[in-house]
Structures are given as C-alpha cells and as structure tokens.
C-alpha cells in the first residue's frame, strides 16, 4: 500500500518508515530511541523519515487509508440488519491537541485542550474515523493550521472529509445512506446541516416514519449548545430554557437503555429544521440534548448511533498513549506529518495484526493495547526485525544482545 503512493522514495526509505512504525513493539517512540537500540544510523534515519514530502503524506493521510476501511465495510454491509446495527457503522469526527513548545515545530498555535481543560499550545490533528463495532480505523486525518490563505473552520473541514469520503464509498458501490455520522457542536453547522439532507427541500416527518425512506445522503448526529434558539410550536427560545422546560416530558422508551428521553420536530433560522432529542446520559441528572439531521431517527436509533461516538475518544488515547503520538518531534511542516503518518502506519499495522488474531479462539478477545504491551513476551522479535530489515540493521551490531 506504502509503495503505490510513496513512488519516489526508494525501498530503503520505505523500509525506515515501516521499521520507526514498528518501534512501538521495541518499547521505543521515537527515532532516536530506535536508532540506538538496532545501531541505524542516526542521520540518514532522520533524513529518510523527514525527507518525505508533504504533499505523499497528505496522499497517505487525506486519501489513501479508506483502503484498509473499505473491504472490511463492504463485508459488514452484507450482513444482517441486526449484526449491522449492533456494528453502529458511524463516521465520528473530533480533533486532539498535542502538546508541543518548541517554536521550531510546525503548526504550533494555541488550541483548547479537552484533557488538559484549558488553552495550551500545541498541535492541533483532526480525524474523520469510521467505527465498526469494536474496530476503529481512520479515514481521513489532517493537522488543522491557524495561518495561511484560505483558512477553513473544523465544520467546513469536516464536511470536505464527508464529501470526499461519499465520492470514494461511491466508487466502490456502498450507499452514503448506509452510515452514519457523529459530531459534537463544534463541528455542526449549516452547510453540514446541508450535506445531511442531500441540499434537498426539506420535508418534516413524523417519528413514524418508515425506516427505509431515506432523504438525505447521512444522516448526521451532534451534541448541541445551550444558546442555539429553536422555535416549538411557535415558541421561540434558546436550548437551555428548552431543556429545563422539557425536562418533566423525558421518559424511558424501548431501545432507550434506559435512559428517559423527549423527541421533537423543532425549526432553527440557522440550520432549518431539525429533530431535537432530550435525554438525561447514564450516570448523569442533568438533560443533554442531540441534533438530529436528515433521515428522522427515532429516539432509539439516535441514542444507540451516538453511543459509538466515544470510539473516537479512545482512538486518540490509543495513539497518544499506547503508540506515543506525542514523543516524536520533527522540524517543519513535513516533520509535523510525519509525526503523525508514521504514527497511523503503526495503528494500521497493529490494527491489522488484531483482526487476524481474532480469527484464532484463543485471541478473539485481543485488543491493542495487549498486543503492543505481550507480543514481544510471547513472539521472537528478533527474528522478524532480521528477516525484514536486514538491509537496515548493521551486519555488526549485535542484535540479539540488545534485544534480549
């Protein structure tokens, strides 16, 4: 896959970034620590990884990585209708900020960090994913800038990631309508709230709607803000008095896994017309409330789609902390993406390697996270980085000691 959109690196820089990809099952992250535990030379490593262009890792990033996606969504389609909808079959979107100071770095600007809960400076990466189940893969990931001609907002980058990934889903036959996509409010807007209902005449519908009439490409699902005013029955007022005035409405329906809820039809002069549904989230006493757009969800549906949401909060755990996102540091903008490529070419790898596991009974139930962590206790290491590497490790340096 590497070698169809890395044309003009050779084999030897193609195998670099495979073996700094794979440093995660030597305990290391970054190409330091990898240089000095097989030997590499430490300069040609650095030029090998940091010489990629930005342009093959936009290629890689912004296109490409829908092709691990893409067969095993085309299998999953021919499933049942209950197997698909216990898979959820979502497009989440949601951003991270690493953390960064160094001024050298690419796109260091200040951004809002949900972990940190507070602004600090950083780098700033968002991703479209697509959720499977339990599987997680990436579709689309691009570092957000703060500079340049033409900047765009998250919510008009997402919706350059939905149209791009509907015209790839399309070349191969799958139908828009059959995913879903997921978003808190920073990624909602109006030309998304456009793209969910396919730029048609909107038509409202009742909550009994039949199932398969779909009107708009996907239907999209976002979590809302207090200040949106929607109108009701003629009454016009914003979400926080809308949610305290509800809130005696909200009941436990069927599919609601018991959680009380309230659907209603609702008009917006900012989005038109949406589905608001009031709910109070398991664990907690205050009501939330979702956006819903396009296809009329019942209340059931809507609740079950966006519980596939916090997916993409753990896709970001899961590269931060097990595959060490943030201890690479190169110069540049192409030392930034290729932070963050070398990275996704790690989860593709370990991603690949669960799948196949999981044929087996004994590891149906491995995550990465265990696989990263046991795979150098029960596979010889050493033995694969020497029979695929071999080009790369000097024939003097002792291997096996430094591994063992």
């Not at 430490?42 to 296109?63: A, D, F, G, I």
């Not at 990631?161 to 191969?172: I, S």
């Not at 009439?213 to 926080?240: C, M, W």
Request: hydrophobic share 40%; with cysteine.
């Amino acid at each position: 896959m590497l070698k169809a959109y890395f044309r003009t690196l050779s084999d030897k820089h193609l195998e670099t970034l495979l073996l700094i990809s794979m440093a995660m099952f030597l305990g290391t992250g970054n190409i330091y620590q990898v240089t000095q535990l097989l030997g590499l030379p430490k300069t040609t490593s650095y030029n090998r990884v940091k010489n990629v262009s930005v342009y093959s890792w936009r290629q890689l990033l912004q296109y490409r990585l829908d092709e691990v996606a893409i067969p095993l969504l085309l299998t999953r389609l021919n499933k049942s209708d209950a197997t698909k909808s216990r898979d959820g079959l979502i497009l989440a979107v949601d951003d991270t900020v690493i953390a960064r100071i160094a001024t050298e770095l690419g796109y260091i600007w200040t951004w809002w960090s949900g972990q940190l809960k507070r602004v600090t400076e950083g780098q700033n990466v968002m991703a479209l994913i697509l959720v499977i189940g339990d599987i997680i893969l990436p579709l689309d990931v691009r570092i957000v800038s703060k500079q340049g001609q033409g900047l765009k907002s998250k919510p008009a980058i997402y919706k350059e990631m939905l149209e791009a990934a509907q015209a790839r889903l399309a070349a191969v036959g799958i139908d828009f309508n059959d995913l879903k996509t997921t978003g808190d409010a920073a990624y909602f807007s109006h030309g998304i709230a456009g793209l969910c209902r396919g730029n048609q005449p909107d038509e409202t519908v009742t909550e009994n709607a039949k199932a398969d009439d779909h009107t708009s490409p996907i239907t999209g699902i976002f979590g809302g803000k207090d200040n949106y005013v929607f109108e009701l029955d003629g009454k016009r007022q914003k979400a926080k008095q809308w949610r305290k005035e509800l809130q005696d409405q909200l009941k436990v329906g069927w599919g609601t896994n018991n959680q009380p809820g309230y659907r209603t039809e609702a008009e917006s002069e900012k989005f038109g017309p949406v589905i608001l549904l009031f709910y109070i989230p398991k664990g907690k006493r205050s009501v939330s409330y979702l956006l819903i757009v396009g296809r009329p969800l019942r209340s059931s549906e809507a609740l079950h789609a966006f519980a596939f949401h916090h997916r993409i909060e753990e896709f970001w755990k899961l590269l931060k902390g097990t595959l060490d996102l943030g201890d690479m540091r190169l110069r540049g903008r192409e030392g930034a993406h290729a932070c963050v490529g070398v990275k996704m070419i790690g989860y593709l790898i370990v991603n690949m390697m669960k799948q196949n596991l999981r044929k087996l009974n004994r590891f149906r139930n491995v995550t990465i996270n265990q696989l990263i962590n046991l795979c150098p206790q029960f596979v010889d290491m050493r033995q694969i980085f020497k029979e695929h590497f071999h080009d790369l490790i000097p024939d003097n340096y002792n291997l096996d000691k430094a591994l063992a």
